[in-house]
């Protein structure tokens, strides 16, 4: 049966109230929409109650602009289904960009994908695009060298799936203005939304966003209307005036025959309170009630019939809530069951789960016709379209299937109460039972997160558990984090402790997406629980992964005394199971504390041999990063040729891995070097390369650290103004972060350029700041760094003239870090800070053994300037 058509009677009710009393809105959505004044982002919320007019304003305003024809931008249009989908507003945007109708098979739809990606960015990066967009399509394309590289490291596949989304939506919004229209926003995946509030902050190019919601929107996302707060406007949709409803009563009501009686006008109007949603519904209470009935069942043309005696004993609705309620049981048994059976699948529903609850509640026939039993359900939808109840959409989820959508979620929310909750868990296990049998949608997340909804609903609590941790390594494989860890906590919750060995795995992937997502009080307790259950089963290999994974959230917070045992243990653990790689991973982690710590020694011994057992794995990515690990503490140890070969070698094989923010770690490191060789020019432009990938890419903690990087080189290179700019622009972020370490850094950068710059009060404050925050850190390296910093302005006179003499001290206890941690280049540098000041300074002019001192400290810091300008071969 052709559920796309409807009958006589269902084109008499094909009711539509007229747009009355909404011009000034229409104007401004319409002019919103035409501004090509504006070269970003620019946003309009409207926001209204159920029924108010928001859609039909939309329809109204689009049809507008596109008799505007070559003028107009180009629009695509979405709805917000359900929110159990990640990214699935972007999904039907896309769909709609790309063209793709119902049924295109994959190939097709993909090579469609392809061409018109490669005509936006002229075959710029269009392998990667076409993955991360096609991800959202539900379309796999092959992964491209970039996307292999992040595969493993789920924070940098996030951030650069949303860059390379932005980078097509504002290079195809250059090309043409773009428009991108959503209807109930407040319905959206919390992907979706993520994605769109980036969007409109960041894409600098002609982009109008157009949606609609209720104000459940905002207590959502309370702080929706200050994204991109000054490019974003409110618009309110209230009740229209009687003037207006009395108008809108009388189209709707233009078929009677005779015109529009005043009685059911005014009982529409006084009932409605300005609702146009609310007047339509009061015109299918009439057709329920029998009060209008089409004139000629063969003829829809001929107009209704009117039965005012029959207005008497209809208990007219005075809302929406309680119109539905009437539409809803007037209903024969037969829709009115489909309709509780679609309204427990939920706001979206599929013509074959109705099918797979038919036959549960029936019993089996004897001899199974094919087809036979279908009739039933596809008649009774073809009812509900005509009723109004339900639409059916132009694609759908699952291939070959039909798939319908509740046209008022509240009818689906009153239905859903009045069903038994045996009859309803029924239900929830046939729909299950359904898509268990599914074998084409193995890894999909919304399959998963459906099955573990109907499985948990019929009281399957392992199974539902297990179906939502599938979830979420689905949506995690998609760099879906947040969803991700949602789907992690439901799944852990419910599977409880009937399947351990499932449960060690989850806990890590989810302990990692919290990482991801900056909860990483959250990520220890999944590590700590993980590390419990390996435990129990004996499970040695997930022991040594969860004492790794503690280690390195406690090294990361610079708690460097309480990783050390975690770092010792997994490598005990790995050991006694022969885990090779778990093995070369705890090395590298120690090779690092012990880098951390000062211990260069202990540090290039530990990185060397895990970097031996990566090239005998054949880890590319690791052994990549044990280079670069290797070359920055070869850099701190003094042996400068030694370290640029290495990173210079890690730069190379990540630029042919195409791992973005490796590379940020390759440049950041070759531009310390250059640094140290006071070589800032160099040093500024590695700088610069680094902080335009990592700026693509999105990574606000990476970029405060480049950012950082470039302030102290301006620094150096006498732009003083630039620097505290930049300086400044770093401290902000990092303080939003709550990045402890590099925050400490950016204070530091300020202290030295208002040293240079002569302001001595706000070096000192910034100075001490930076004090307290290494001391805290407990970090040798940077505490060195600081007091030596702090040296320079208490010589300066910060803290007054009676104060100057403890320069000294600074500087001492500067060089006393250095000696212990073996930096040998930060020796040299407070040496020879400690040997100007006294030189220069009144209050030791007349101390020869200081003096002398001094003197000696000089020499020695030019001796290892010389010895490793010589070993880089710079004269």
């Not at 029924?426 to 359904?434: K, P, S």
């Not at 799944?491 to 399947?499: I, K, M, Q, R, Y």
């Not at 778990?582 to 020694?601: N, T």
Request: glycine letters at 8%; proline letters at 3%.
């Amino acid at each position: 049966m052709d559920l796309s058509k409807g009958s006589g009677r269902g084109e008499s009710l094909s009711l539509r109230a007229p747009l009355v009393g909404r011009d000034a809105e229409l104007a401004k959505l319409e002019a919103f929409l035409l501004d090509r004044s504006e070269r970003r982002a620019r946003t309009v919320t409207v926001l209204g109650a159920g029924g108010i007019g928001k859609t039909r304003l939309l329809d109204e305003v689009l049809a507008r602009v596109a008799d505007v024809g070559l003028k107009g931008p180009r629009i695509y249009r979405s709805s917000a289904r359900t929110a159990s989908r990640g990214f699935g507003v972007f999904a039907r945007l896309l769909r709609a960009r790309f063209g793709l109708a119902e049924g295109t098979p994959s190939e097709d739809a993909k090579a469609q994908v392809r061409d018109q990606v490669s005509n936006v960015l002229d075959d710029r990066r269009v392998s990667d695009v076409c993955f991360f967009l096609g991800q959202m399509m539900d379309l796999r394309f092959f992964d491209s060298p970039l996307t292999k590289a992040v595969a493993q490291d789920a924070a940098q596949a996030a951030h650069l799936g949303r860059a390379i989304v932005k980078s097509f939506f504002e290079a195809d919004a250059t090309h043409t203005p773009l428009g991108l229209v959503i209807d109930d926003l407040h319905l959206a995946d919390d992907d979706s939304l993520s994605l769109l509030g980036y969007l409109m902050e960041q894409v600098e190019a002609p982009l109008a966003v157009l949606a609609t919601a209720r104000n459940e929107i905002v207590s959502r996302r309370e702080g929706w209307f200050e994204v991109a707060a000054e490019r974003h406007q409110r618009m309110d949709l209230g009740s229209v005036d009687e003037g207006a409803a009395r108008g809108i009563a009388r189209a709707l009501l233009a078929p009677c025959n005779g015109g529009p009686p005043d009685r059911l006008v005014d009982a529409a109007v006084s009932s409605a309170e300005g609702n146009p949603g609310l007047l339509e519904q009061m015109v299918r209470v009439y057709h329920d009630a029998q009060v209008l009935q089409a004139a000629d069942t063969i003829n829809p043309g001929a107009g209704w019939k009117v039965n005012l005696g029959r207005l008497v004993g209809v208990e007219l609705p005075l809302s929406i809530d309680a119109a539905v309620e009437a539409r809803t049981g007037a209903l024969p048994p037969r829709e009115r069951r489909i309709l509780e059976w679609a309204a427990v699948m939920g706001s979206v529903f599929w013509r074959g789960g109705l099918l797979a609850i038919e036959r549960h509640e029936a019993a089996p026939p004897e001899f199974w016709r094919p087809f036979g039993d279908e009739a039933e359900v596809d008649a009774a939808l073809e009812e509900l379209c005509v009723r109004g109840h339900v639409l059916k959409l132009p694609d759908s989820t699952f291939p070959g299937d039909v798939e319908f959508v509740f046209k008022h979620n509240l009818e689906r929310e009153k239905i859903l109460v009045l069903i038994s909750a045996t009859a309803s868990r029924r239900y929830h296990q046939a729909i299950a039972d359904w898509l268990g049998g599914m074998s084409t949608l193995d890894a999909e997340e919304e399959y998963f997160a459906m099955l573990g909804e109907h499985l948990q609903a019929a009281g399957g609590q392992t199974r539902a558990g297990r179906a939502y941790l599938d979830a979420g390594d689905s949506a995690r494989a998609h760099f879906r984090s947040r969803r991700a860890e949602e789907y992690y906590q439901r799944g852990l919750e419910l599977l409880g402790e009937d399947d351990p060995r499932r449960r060690i795995d989850a806990l890590h992937n989810r302990g990692d997406v919290l990482l991801v997502l900056g909860k990483r009080d959250e990520a220890l307790a999944a590590f700590r629980e993980m590390l419990s259950v390996a435990y129990r089963v004996g499970s040695l290999s997930a022991g040594g992964a969860a004492h790794g994974r503690i280690g390195r959230l406690h090294r990361g917070a610079g708690a460097l005394s309480d990783a050390r045992p975690h770092f010792t243990t997994a490598l005990e653990l790995y050991t006694a199971v022969h885990d090779e790689r778990g093995i070369a991973s705890s090395r590298d982690d120690m090779g690092q504390l012990h880098w951390m710590k000062g211990e260069y020694e202990l540090a290039l011994e530990e990185l060397k041999a895990a970097l031996e057992m990566r090239r005998a794995q054949g880890d590319r990515r690791n052994i990549a990063l044990s280079l670069a690990n290797l070359g920055r503490v070869m850099l701190d140890h003094g042996q400068p040729a030694e370290a640029r070969a290495a990173l210079e070698s890690a730069l190379a094989m990540r630029r042919e891995l195409g791992d973005p923010l490796d590379i940020v770690s390759s440049l950041t490191d070759l531009g310390r070097l250059a640094q140290d060789q006071a070589d800032h020019r160099l040093a500024l432009s590695l700088f610069r390369e680094a902080y335009a990938i990592v700026e693509e890419v999105g990574e606000r903690t990476r970029m405060a650290s480049v950012m950082t990087l470039i302030g102290e080189t301006y620094h150096r290179l006498g732009d003083v103004e630039q620097a505290v700019k930049v300086l400044t622009d770093a401290e902000h972020l990092c303080d939003e972060l709550g990045d402890r370490l590099h925050l400490g850094e950016a204070k530091r950068g300020l202290a030295k350029v208002f040293l240079k710059q002569g302001d001595l009060r706000k070096a000192r404050d910034s100075v001490k700041l930076a004090m307290d925050i290494f001391g805290q850190v407990k970090s040798k390296p940077h505490l060195a760094s600081v007091l030596r910093t702090c040296g320079e302005i208490t010589a300066a006179g910060a803290w007054g003239e009676s104060h100057r003499p403890k320069a000294a001290d600074y500087f001492m206890r500067s060089i006393q870090l250095c000696k212990e941690i073996g930096n040998e280049l930060e020796i040299a540098k407070s040496y020879r800070a400690f040997a100007r000041y006294v030189q220069c300074s009144e209050d030791w002019r007349d101390n020869e053994e200081i003096q002398t001192k001094a003197t000696r400290l000089a020499a020695m810091a030019e001796e290892i300037f010389a010895r490793r300008r010589s070993a880089l071969g710079v004269r």
